[in-house]
C-alpha cells in the first residue's frame, strides 16, 4: 500500500528565513509523482509544485523547491526567505501515474514569525 | 479556464438527516473527480473517485456514497448523517494526461 509520511505536526520560522517541511512516501511503484499543497485557515487546497520521481532535477517554483531524494524516498518541500503569508497547512501528496489515486500525508502545520 | 464549484459552503445537520454535496468542475471534459474529508486538525483521506459517468470507486466503507450524474457533476450523499460524518469535504478534478489536482473551496460540514 502507498503512504505518505509527514512527521513534524508543527514548525516555526522566522520571517526571511528559509525552512524545510519534510515528506517521505512508501511505495513499490517504480515511477511515483510528488505534490505539494498549501491550505490557509480559508481552508482551500493550493497546487505549489510537483516532481516525478524520475525527473533529473529538482522542481522549483518561485521560492518554492522540492528537495527530491530518490534513494530514501523523500520529496522535503524548502521554503526561502518565508513570509508572514506563508503560515498555513502543508500537505504533501503522492500518486502513481494512471491510477487516478492521490494520498495525502497528515499535513505540517507552519507558523511564520515576525 | 478550468472552475471547481462546491456547494453549500457551510451546513449544520442533525444526526439522522439526510446529506447532499455537489460539485461541479467548468472549463474541461470528462475530468477524474474525487471527495476528500478533512476531519478537524487532520489530513486528507479520500472517500470516492470517479473516472467518468456512472463510474464510481469507494476507498473507505462507511455511511457515505457517491454518484456522477452527468460528465462534470459529481455529488457526495448520505441518507442518515452520524455525528462522525461533521468535517471538512473537498471536491477536486484532475484533468486527462495532467498530474495536479484542482480543489474546490470546500464544503463544511457539522453534525449535532
Known amino acids: 500500500a502507498q503512504k505518505i509520511t509527514q512527521t513534524q505536526p508543527g514548525m516555526f520560522v522566522q520571517e526571511k528565513e528559509a525552512v524545510t517541511l519534510d515528506c517521505t512516501y512508501d511505495t513499490s511503484d517504480q515511477s511515483y509523482g510528488l505534490f505539494w499543497y498549501k491550505q490557509p485557515s480559508s481552508g482551500e487546497m493550493i497546487f505549489l509544485i510537483y516532481?516525478?520521481?524520475?525527473?533529473?532535477q529538482n522542481a522549483t517554483e518561485g521560492r518554492y523547491s522540492l528537495n527530491f531524494q530518490k534513494a530514501r524516498k523523500s520529496a522535503n518541500l524548502v521554503i526561502s526567505a518565508s513570509q508572514l503569508g506563508d503560515s498555513a497547512m502543508y500537505f504533501c501528496a503522492g500518486s502513481t501515474p494512471g491510477t487516478y489515486k492521490y494520498i495525502f500525508g497528515t499535513g505540517t502545520r507552519l507558523k511564520v514569525l515576525a | 479556464s478550468q472552475t471547481i464549484h462546491q456547494w453549500p459552503a457551510t451546513l449544520v445537520q442533525p444526526v439522522g438527516s439526510p446529506l447532499s454535496l455537489e460539485c461541479t468542475v467548468e472549463g474541461t471534459s470528462n475530468p477524474n473527480l474525487y471527495w476528500y474529508r478533512q476531519a478537524a486538525g487532520r489530513g486528507l483521506q479520500l472517500l470516492f473517485y470517479s473516472v467518468g459517468i456512472g463510474q464510481i470507486s469507494s476507498e473507505v466503507p462507511q455511511n457515505l456514497s457517491a454518484s456522477r450524474p452527468q460528465d462534470r457533476q459529481f455529488i457526495l450523499s448520505s441518507k442518515k448523517l452520524l455525528l462522525s460524518d461533521s468535517g471538512f469535504y473537498l471536491c477536486?478534478?484532475?484533468?486527462?494526461?495532467?498530474?495536479?489536482?484542482?480543489f474546490g473551496a470546500g464544503s463544511r460540514l457539522t453534525v449535532l
Open positions: 516532481q516525478g520521481s524520475y525527473d533529473e
Open positions: 477536486a478534478h484532475g484533468r486527462r494526461g495532467a498530474n495536479v489536482l484542482t
